[in-house]
């Protein structure tokens, strides 16, 4: 006759996994009926990192997801949008981050298809970037103080690093951000003109930023 499994140590409070056999809280395991104490013998992260060693060792496993999603496509996209977004609201911070690393990650990998991308975007939203170029133009025009900038002088003198992210910055991704931004009466001089990724320039925006404000 099988032995059945052991449920988890309980108290009030807590559980304790079968596989760390640390106690934790009842939200840290999920949910089983057939189970005495109504939860998982493992806690979810147990088990979680017990799936990933499974996937990663066991080719049939990914054989058979892999049919099953070709044959379940709209299920399995459904059950994919669902997971992502609950994750994605559990964590919003890393789920940007995680985004930002992923399409940094295929821009690189395809070069040609991004060009394509964004030039594609250019033709159907040429008056956007029209309008925007021609605002900050204007606004250059009419800070208190503007000056010629040489992007090469700027590169050299921040040493390749950017201002935002302080990481390498090579020539073909760099773009100039205003220190104090210029809608914020910044001047567009060599003192207010830092080296910046322009993904990064982008996601600061109009804002202040205290560690390029110590510059001052």
């Avoid at 032995?3 to 988890?8: F, L, V």
């Avoid at 990481?167 to 914020?184: A, F, G, T």
């Amino acid at each position: 006759m099988p032995r059945k499994r052991r449920d988890p140590a309980t108290t009030n409070d807590t559980l304790q996994c079968t596989s760390c056999h640390a106690y934790k809280p009842h939200d840290a395991f999920d949910k089983a009926r057939d189970k005495h104490s109504g939860y998982s013998s493992h806690c979810k992260e147990c088990r979680s990192i017990q799936k990933k060693e499974r996937w990663r060792t066991d080719p049939d496993l990914r054989a058979r997801t892999k049919i099953y999603r070709q044959d379940h496509i709209e299920q399995s996209r459904a059950s994919n949008r669902i997971s992502t977004s609950r994750w994605r609201a559990a964590d919003i911070e890393r789920a940007r981050a995680s985004g930002r690393t992923n399409v940094a990650k295929w821009r690189k990998n395809n070069p040609a298809k991004w060009k394509a991308m964004v030039q594609e975007d250019y033709k159907k939203h040429s008056d956007r970037y029209k309008s925007q170029r021609d605002k900050r133009r204007a606004l250059i025009k009419n800070t208190p103080k503007a000056e010629k900038i040489d992007r090469q002088f700027i590169y050299e003198r921040d040493k390749g690093i950017c201002q935002i992210c302080f990481k390498h910055c090579r020539k073909k991704d760099m773009s100039i951000d205003h220190v104090v931004p210029l809608s914020k009466g910044g001047n567009h001089t060599k003192q207010n003109c830092v080296l910046a990724h322009r993904s990064c320039n982008s996601r600061k925006g109009a804002k202040n930023i205290q560690q390029q404000m110590r510059l001052f």
